[in-house]
């Protein structure tokens, strides 16, 4: 799996969209972009994921760019329950049952300020 | 209550002693697994499962063994606690059809060992 890095922290304000920036220079053509979250205490969450279109959903965007080194997952109104840890990564799909599990690193920290 | 059910919430133990950790899904899941998260760090994966009677090793499986003897439960075993392994366990199942993204994750078990 490619290596993604993420800033540690951000704060936005509450209202505000949220751009929470992923690099992952190394990725490979059949690698995936997945955003997981994770609010304080509770289990991981599935956001959004995409290959190389940008993907919006009720929750979010997922911008990647044309070169797919880099992702942005928006969040358009920010509200203080989306404080989380926000992780990115990027996997080939597992097409069989050898396992390829999520692997999470270690994130960014998004503070939503009133 | 369909979900990912781990119990105990809590626990503390003394250097030496063996405990399982309990994890029961409802909703048929084929693929399960347990991670483990340590104080301001991403989640790691313990072990995982792809269906009942099958499991294998993920990237940290030293001091703990599963087993899945039924599609809803995933036991983690801690064969002698140490205080390295003091941590936030999470168990999370998904569909195979689903196992890209469609994870669901527990609560989480908060274990000290002391």
């Known amino acids: 799996d490619a290596k993604t890095t993420q800033p540690p922290s951000m704060d936005c304000a509450e209202g505000r969209a949220a751009n929470l920036p992923c690099n992952h220079s190394?990725?490979?053509?059949?690698?995936?972009v997945y955003w997981y979250r994770q609010i304080h205490s509770q289990g991981p969450q599935y956001i959004i994921h995409g290959l190389k279109n940008n993907e919006t959903n009720e929750m979010a965007s997922l911008i990647i760019t044309e070169d797919r080194k880099s992702s942005t997952l928006i969040l358009p109104h920010a509200t203080l329950r989306d404080t989380a840890v926000y992780y990115c990564i990027v996997r080939v799909p597992s097409m069989n049952n050898a396992g390829n599990m999520l692997t999470f690193g270690g994130g960014t920290r998004l503070m939503v300020k009133p | 209550n369909a979900g990912v059910t781990q119990t105990p919430k809590f626990q503390v133990l003394k250097t030496g002693q063996s405990m399982t950790l309990q994890c029961a899904q409802d909703?048929?899941?084929?693929?399960m697994s347990w991670y483990r998260q340590d104080p301001g760090m991403g989640l790691r994966l313990i072990h995982y499962?792809?269906?009942?009677?099958?499991?294998d090793q993920g990237e940290v499986p030293n001091g703990y063994n599963v087993s899945r003897s039924t599609t809803e439960d995933f036991p983690l075993r801690l064969l002698s606690a140490a205080p390295s392994q003091t941590s936030v366990y999470f168990c999370a199942s998904s569909y195979r059809r689903d196992r890209n993204y469609g994870y669901t994750f527990g609560s989480g078990t908060r274990l000290t060992v002391v």
């Open positions: 190394t990725i490979s053509g059949n690698e995936y």
């Open positions: 499962s792809v269906g009942a009677g099958i499991t």
């Open positions: 909703m048929n899941h084929e693929y």
